[in-house]
């Protein structure tokens, strides 16, 4: 086991004190800490690289993309958050400031009108073509490209098990 350092202590000295927890495999830890990290350097890159050419965050290009995916370029604020893993008092705050710069609009559900929905505008539309290109670009030359195609069935197996898990433990 990999004697990882921190807080005055080492992962041996854990299972130590431990023993009943399932500590993590060299080979295990190799995929968790290599799966957080580069998914943080991932999103920090396609973040600046939206940032830089279009003045748009990451998390405000994934709004846009969400509301670019329904027919009406609407969405009931909870379904929103909800595909987007944020909390509704999060996402309120976002959807506040990107209403601001004219991206999208809060109106009332048409079809329940105690609930609110976000609404693309033709300015967050015309802001996701732009912007969508260069955010392909870096998924591709970022992630994408360096795996195979067999890569990328298994890693979409995975994540799609893992995403169905955390799912259902929110039913």
Do not use: N
């Amino acid at each position: 086991m990999a004697a990882l350092s921190g807080g005055g202590f080492t992962l041996r000295s854990m299972t130590e004190v431990s023993d009943d927890v399932r500590w993590l495999s060299d080979t295990e830890m190799v995929a968790w800490r290599s799966y957080i990290v580069s998914t943080f350097m991932l999103r920090q890159r396609l973040h600046r690289e939206l940032a830089e050419r279009h003045d748009v965050s990451l998390i405000d290009y994934e709004v846009l993309v969400c509301l670019s995916s329904t027919q009406e370029g609407r969405m009931r604020m909870t379904e929103l958050a909800s595909m987007l893993g944020s909390t509704k008092s999060r996402l309120s705050h976002q959807v506040g400031r990107m209403e601001v710069a004219g991206y999208l609009r809060r109106v009332k559900d048409p079809d329940d009108r105690r609930g609110v929905t976000a609404e693309l505008t033709e300015a967050g539309a015309e802001l996701l073509r732009t912007a969508a290109p260069t955010h392909v670009a870096g998924v591709r030359a970022h992630l994408i490209d360096l795996m195979t195609t067999e890569e990328q069935l298994t890693m979409g197996r995975a994540f799609s098990r893992v995403l169905q898990h955390l799912t259902d433990l929110e039913d």
